[in-house]
């Protein structure tokens, strides 16, 4: 175990090689690695042969919590600094993972996806809506810990962001929705909250008393539905109102807080939940409020983020917080330690977030359509391609079978060649790509072949 320690401590960066890129080349789990034989991916991770499962997952739980941390708070800065100065819009969301175990106590919460309540471990991360990359992380046992860990994110996005001009637009749903934030992120002058309101019923007698007065004369339409027919058309009041929410501390009421509320209204609608479809909830006094009604969808791209992490990068299959041991006693009798420890699954967690920046980094390199694709769509046309590896010299060079679309690829291959990058963990070699000019021979070019196969004889 001491041995293992120090081979974490002195070669965890290539530890960290070994996740990423099996992530990119498409290795969901950790005994997986018992069956891969490339000898490409082996150097990726700076190897000359993949570890075993068994290896891989000591050196990954050996990690000690304060270099994962280091790691992280070096590359989260990088991502946070990136896009530069300017008003970024930020949304903050939680995403709960089932944990099927009935030997370990954990918290537990809602799975959205599937509506039952299980034991579950939750990711909470902060994702910039319009670099479409993810910037901060968070986990906990459970779910609903946005509450718990939102101003936390928000203090290291404005850490990270510091001497950088512009205001954070933070959007988060009604899982940040609590008084004591609204007030604390009120103070901030760089910061704007946008939030759905909860129809509790003192809110909701609230907008019952609204008058004609307050609503405005012309009805309002979202954005999304400017191109149906004008008689399809969901059609609702606008009311743009100030609101009082109640602080609480330590299960006290301490006060209250301003906020400005627009309101949509649906006169049809029947329940409460019908005739107040949506109320947003913000500091910002200047923005008009169709704009802020029509834009909070944008919120939805965090939600497609957890999607495409869940089923392109194996965001979902992550080690657990904590580690079961079991031994027997004297008696021949089980005897199961738990022992809660997060590193691994935080470590793995935000590696595969790093893996979809880089993949949105991708994308945007090569421009054009490209940048519009998503991270599975990128790994499936342009990653995960078959090459054959050549030794020439110092230079290592990779060389591509023709494949489509490759014409797409070549100008950024060029100009990562004039780059002549090195790999570190390849003794500095340096890489170069290329595409072969001639498709590789097919076994069925000659006709009797074919005809052996599919004639009649």
């Given at each position: 175990r001491r041995d293992l320690r120090a081979m974490a401590a002195d070669g965890h960066p290539f530890d960290r090689l070994r996740t990423g890129f099996s992530v990119i080349c498409g290795v969901e789990r950790a005994f997986h690695l018992d069956d891969v034989r490339d000898i490409g991916f082996a150097l990726l991770t700076g190897r000359l042969r993949p570890l075993s499962h068994s290896t891989f997952q000591h050196l990954l739980h050996a990690i000690a919590s304060w270099d994962a941390i280091r790691f992280y708070l070096a590359t989260a800065r990088q991502a946070v600094r990136k896009p530069g100065e300017g008003t970024r819009r930020i949304s903050l969301d939680g995403h709960v993972l089932p944990r099927h175990t009935k030997l370990v106590e954990l918290t537990k919460g809602r799975i959205a996806s599937t509506g039952r309540v299980l034991k579950a471990e939750e990711l909470v991360s902060a994702f910039d809506l319009d670099a479409e990359s993810f910037l901060a992380l968070r986990v906990r046992q459970g779910g609903k810990n946005l509450t718990h860990v939102l101003l936390a994110l928000v203090k290291e996005l404005c850490i990270h962001r510091r001497g950088l001009g512009g205001i954070l637009r933070l959007f988060f749903d009604r899982g940040g929705y609590k008084g004591l934030i609204f007030k604390a992120l009120s103070k901030l002058d760089d910061v704007h909250f946008y939030t759905p309101a909860v129809r509790y019923p003192p809110s909701v007698r609230r907008w019952e008393a609204l008058t004609e007065e307050d609503f405005e004369p012309e009805p309002f339409v979202f954005d999304k539905h400017a191109d149906l027919p004008s008689d399809e058309q969901p059609r609702f009041r606008l009311a743009d109102i100030t609101m009082e929410i109640n602080v609480w501390e330590d299960k006290r009421l301490t006060g209250t807080v301003e906020v400005r509320a627009i309101v949509v209204h649906d006169p049809q609608g029947q329940t409460s939940k019908e005739r107040w479809p949506?109320?947003?909830?913000?500091?910002?006094?200047?923005?008009?409020?169709?704009?802020?009604?029509?834009?909070?969808g944008d919120h939805w791209g965090h939600e497609f983020a957890h999607r495409i992490g869940k089923h392109d990068l194996c965001l979902d299959i992550l080690p657990p917080g904590y580690t079961l041991t079991t031994t027997r006693d004297e008696d021949g009798r089980l005897q199961r330690q738990v022992e809660y420890d997060t590193t691994s699954f935080f470590l793995s967690a935000w590696l595969r977030c790093l893996v979809f920046n880089l993949m949105t980094l991708f994308g945007q390199a090569l421009g054009g359509e490209c940048a519009k694709m998503w991270a599975g769509t990128l790994l499936r046309k342009f990653i995960r391609r078959p090459a054959t590896l050549?030794?020439?010299?110092?230079?290592?060079?990779?060389?591509?079978?023709?494949?489509?679309?490759?014409?797409?690829?070549?100008?950024?291959l060029e100009e990562l060649n004039a780059k002549r990058v090195a790999l570190p963990w390849l003794n500095g070699l340096v890489v170069q790509f290329s595409i072969a000019q001639d498709e590789p021979l097919h076994p069925l070019t000659e006709p009797e072949k074919r005809q052996r196969l599919f004639g009649d004889g």
């Open positions: 949506f109320v947003l909830l913000t500091d910002d006094w200047d923005t008009p409020a169709r704009e802020l009604a029509n834009e909070w050549y030794l020439v010299g110092k230079e290592l060079h990779v060389v591509f079978d023709p494949f489509p679309d490759q014409e797409e690829l070549r100008p950024l």
